[in-house]
């Protein structure tokens, strides 16, 4: 995966707010690990710690439900006002997309530029409403959201309650190829992001109230997050075509997408954990389903393949 030298880059969604937590109030809280006090400590507290996109629960309004206590939520401070940015600078120095191809916190504006203009064009075109990008956040060790205050061992999530994209960039290594044992790669951030990106258009079109059940194989948790995998799938394939920002992207980065989304199957984490499968427990569907998800995105491209809430199997 490359990026367009004459790209300009758009730092205006991005912040982050810095090492330790950035605006978190008392400090924040901190999950337990088995075997260490961060996600890569051992694969005992598996389950809780990489349900991937956990605040997807959060879905705010219209039948979601809040996270559980286990999630590394402290919803107690749900509704605080999260909307400012918070910025350390960190993208300050991204200018182009010759800056992506040497700076990996770069690559990430220009991934967040290329889906905000895809889903700019593409949301409107396919009937939908007109769209409003979400902001991303970049953190270390905790932040305070809309959603409540997390900790950096809840993974990457999107907030409804503040349309912002959370992101612990030390998650790829430490529980996706760490703890999970994926293959790892430059696309995989992007596949995660694009994914977040589908929360924020699920949240857009009214989606996220359409979520009742909670666990299990059929349940509207899964669909939701089978859903934001198509949607993932959708803005690769515009990317693998070309676009401002994105160049020689190949089969190779999409087999990486693909490895990721195989490697956070709830079946793969129950197996990791040494539980056993348990389908009533999942709440984003298997390996083979999120891989197929995905695929149905990246091989249709339309938000009408992607209603997994009118599928009769998922």
Known sequence: MRFNPKARLDTGRVGDSGSGGGGMRGGGMRIPIPGGTRAGGGIGGLVIIVLFFVIS??????????????????????????????????????????????????????????????????????????????????????????????????????????????????????????????????????????????HHIQNLLGTMGKVRTQKGPESDAVRLELQADCYAGMWAKAASDGDNFLVGLDQGDIDEALDSAKTVGDDRIQQKSGQGVNPDGWTHGSSEQRMRWFSAGFNEGTLVACDTFSASQL
Request: glycine share 14%; proline share 6%.
């Open 57 to 198: 629960s959060c879905l705010g309004g219209g039948g979601g439900t809040l996270p559980s206590p286990d999630s590394g939520i402290d919803t107690s401070q749900s509704g605080s006002d999260s909307s400012r940015m918070q910025d350390s600078e960190r993208y300050a120095n991204c200018k182009t997309g010759e800056d992506a191809n040497t700076d990996e916190d770069c690559a990430r504006v220009a991934v967040e530029n290329s889906i905000v203009d895809f889903w700019a064009e593409q949301l409107p075109a396919q009937g939908g409403p007109s769209f409003t990008p979400a902001k991303m956040i970049t953190f270390s060790g905790g932040v305070d959201t809309g959603c409540g205050q997390a900790t950096s061992q809840v993974g990457p999530f999107y907030c409804p309650v503040d349309q912002q994209i959370y992101l612990d960039t030390t998650f790829f290594a430490d529980v996706l190829e760490g703890q999970l044992g994926g293959q790892g790669g430059d696309f995989v951030e992007p596949y995660v992001l694009a994914h977040e990106y589908g």
